[in-house]
């Protein structure tokens, strides 16, 4: 499975768009959605784990940037995309980072790295 997740991890914006819709909460949901990915490499070498995350963050930020793709005349230009995605992906990283650092100190804390990094999102997207 350790193979899969970074194509999972590519589709998954896809597959939660209209999860997205009906519970406009994209920072809880997105943030379970890698927990669930990052959880299928616990098992694997840490090294591994930490370059699987920061894929997991990398690829879900470009395939979502690329979902936003279908409207950016509607909310902006092509410079808007690029500014979008020069500034989601560190966060998107850090967030799966922070969902992998709960999880190696304990298991049972991966619960509390989805709270923490759901709340980075949060602020993040005030701000931005």
Known sequence: ????????????????????????????????????????????????????????????????????????FSVGSLQTLLLRFIFTTPMHILTSLIILSSALINKNLIILGIIIAALVHYIFNLIV
């Open 1 to 72: 499975m350790g193979l899969l997740v970074p194509l999972f991890a590519a589709i998954t914006p896809f597959i939660l768009w209209p999860i997205e819709i009906i519970l406009p909460y994209p920072y809880i949901v997105e943030e379970i959605s890698k927990a669930i990915l990052i959880f299928f490499l616990l098992k694997l070498p840490n090294r591994e784990k930490i370059l699987g995350t920061i894929m997991i963050g990398f690829l879900f930020s470009f395939s979502e940037t690329v979902l936003y793709l279908f409207n950016v």
